[in-house]
């Protein structure tokens, strides 16, 4: 049962473009949303975050934005860059300490952004 | 700021033998740690997450005894590979959460293990 999907596992992009990716998740439990992004042979790095309180949150040429009656995030990168070619997953932690913060991720998209 | 370190970066080790892999905080108190395991092409796999100074919790499917966790202090956690067998050969990778209420974890760069 997965409960992030990420149902593109690649997207082409033009330099300077918009970026778009999508993520849906079913449980209802989970209350805050994370997008990283991973180089091959690395570890993911953390880039922008939102809190179910909040539909939008920017940091530069990242943003983040939540729908929680579709249950869909999305983040977009404006404009595009040849270095913003990576796989990025989307990632979701339930409310409470109780679960000790655990995230649970989606499959990732591959975007490549074409000079 | 925020920056987990991994050691070794990689390893090859024989059937049968135990290696252990090292995950460091550098510049923040980690109160929970967790281990992932990715496969080729596929999402990160949660296998364990531990707090410092008690017993790891593993995720159903993973067995305690051939992985070990030991989450000695804030800033450290270990990965020991028991008996390691060519299918525990992955790419490892550790994360850290800071103390307090931060849901955000940051990782460290990842262990390729192979198993001949």
């Known amino acids: 049962d997965q409960q992030v999907k990420q149902n593109s596992p690649s997207l082409s992009v033009q330099e300077g473009r918009i970026s778009i990716l999508n993520c849906d998740y079913t449980?209802?439990?989970?209350?805050?949303f994370l997008w990283y992004k991973k180089y091959p042979a690395e570890g993911p790095t953390f880039l922008i975050s939102?809190?179910?309180?909040?539909d939008k949150n920017e940091d530069g040429r990242f943003t983040v934005f939540l729908n929680k009656s579709a249950k869909h995030l999305s983040l977009h990168i404006v404009p595009s860059q040849p270095g913003d070619s990576a796989v990025y997953f989307c990632?979701?932690?339930?409310?409470?300490?109780?679960?000790?913060?655990?995230?649970?991720f989606g499959k990732g998209t591959l975007l490549t952004v074409n000079p | 700021g925020a920056v987990v370190s991994q050691h070794p970066s990689w390893v090859i080790c024989k059937s049968g033998t135990s290696v252990k892999i090292e995950c460091r905080s550098l510049?923040?108190?980690?109160?929970?740690m967790f281990w992932y395991r990715q496969f080729p092409k596929q999402s990160l796999m949660l296998m364990a997450t531990?707090?410092?100074?008690?017993?790891?919790?593993?995720e159903q499917g993973v067995e305690k005894d051939k992985f070990l966790i030991n989450h000695a202090s804030l800033t450290l956690s270990t990965l020991t590979v028991t008996s390691a067998h060519p299918e525990d050969s992955s790419f490892y990778i550790c994360?850290?959460?800071?103390?307090?209420?931060?849901?955000?974890?940051?990782f460290g760069p990842g262990t390729r293990l192979t198993v001949t």
């Open positions: 994360s850290a959460r800071a103390s307090g209420g931060a849901y955000e974890q940051y």
């Open positions: 449980n209802s439990m989970f209350d805050y």
């Open positions: 939102i809190s179910s309180i909040k």
């Open positions: 990632a979701a932690s339930p409310n409470s300490g109780g679960s000790n913060y655990k995230l649970t």
């Open positions: 510049d923040f108190q980690a109160t929970t």
């Open positions: 531990s707090n410092e100074g008690s017993k790891a919790t593993y």
